[in-house]
Structure formats: structure tokens, C-alpha cells
């Protein structure tokens, strides 16, 4: 926490304090992802406090936008970084998504990208056409990508309310209860129809009540970039790659 106040004569956090927290969050989410599937309430907890990350990374790309002086170098650095994260997420994603094919899933700093491009497109393009032709392919384009086309109307959303954050918070608890609404619509119905109900479904389904959640810490953001410098910023980008090397090499000590 910083010594900054917020709009209201409030302390607040800063951007650093804040995607500090976001960090944090993704590591203990991707932990329960590998580790803690055997246990069903651990891994619902885990993956709870990993639901803080998503709403902070959308929020800080179109903060990033905005206060960038080189656009086009905010954009080469965040396709650098999916890049070089490719690798290491597909090896995590082997471990975590046993079941499924991880070189069709593509990393979530790939996703921030194309919201970065779509907040470009949005506020760069003139002519109505064009501008919705680009945002129906970069939507598209997002889909492979981790959080997929939700992160793209995340960003969107913070973006077209950016200055009023009562109204970034509507639009992020709108899109919100439409993405999970699914989820709760295959719990009741199981119910009506007396069928058991799927206690993955019921997890799921609890886990993502946690997306409510980091709206209440961006309340508090102050405005401020925080201390550290740009060794911080790196350390922000390095890291993502880094801990699912880290990861993925346990898992691979553990489970072969």
C-alpha cells in the first residue's frame, strides 16, 4: 500500500501494489492447477484467489494505453512476451489440462495483446466499417487464447468507461454474470430435472464468484505507478514465463 491518497482522501494502491497482488494470485491459481487437483475444496480455494488476476491485467492494459508515450513499443513488448511465453505455457498446459491439446492454447499475455490491439483499433480506426470488420477478427483471434474473446470485452469495457469507474465496474459485472451465467444455468437445471449434480459443475461454479472480487481492490487504485521503476515493470513481464518453467519443471519431478 502506498502513501497516496485516492480521489476520495483515501489511502490507496498503487499500480504496482496492485498487479503485485494480480501476480501473486496467478501463481497460487496455476499452483492448484497442477498440484492441488486431488483435492477438491483446496483447489476450489486456489483457484478462488486466482480469479483476483484476470480483472487487474485487463484493468492495467488499458491504464497502459493510456499512459504509455510509445504505443506501437507497448504493443511490440507485449507480442515479444507472448512469444517467448509460448513454450513455457504449453508445457504448463500439458500438466494442467491433461485431457486437452496444449499447443491449440495459447498463453494469456496473447490475449492482453489482442485487448491492447482491440483498445487501438477501437479509439484509432476511423471509419465505422473498418474499425468493425478489425474488431470482429481480433475478437476471433482471441479465442485460442487464454480467457479468449471474454478478455477482449473486459478490456473494451474499461476502456470506453475509462474516468468513471462506477461505470467500468457495471460494465465488468455485466460481462461478467453473462460469462459465468451458464455455469449456474447447468446447476439448476440438474436441479429441476433431480438429476445429481456434478460437484465439478458446483466448484466451478463457486470459483468463478471470486471474478466479483478484485472490483472491490481497483476501487482503491490511486493513480499512481508505485515505486521500482521500470526493473519492476520487467520483473512483472519476466515473471509470467518464469514461474511456469518453475512449475512445469516440479510437476515433471513429481508426476513424470
Known sequence: MTKQLCNDGRYGLSAHALKAIAIFAMLIDHMAAVFAR???VVY??????????????FFFIVEGYHHTRDKNRYTLRLAVFAAISYLPFVWFAGHALPNGNPFLKLNVIYTLLIGLLAVRA???????WLKTVTLCGLIALSIPGDWSY????YILGFDLFRGDFKKQAYAYIFITLISIGPDYFAIFRQMFYGHAINPGVVIIALVNLGRFVPIGLLRFY????GGGGKWVQWAFYLFYPLHLLVISIVAMLLYG
Open 150 to 153: 471474454w478478455a477482449v470485452f
Open 44 to 57: 476450489g480455494a486456489m483457484r478462488f484467489v486466482g480469479r483476483l488476476t484476470a480483472a487487474i491485467m
Open 122 to 128: 477501437n479509439r484509432e480506426i476511423g471509419p465505422l
Open 38 to 40: 486431488h483435492d477438491i
Open 222 to 225: 490511486n493513480g499512481e505507478k
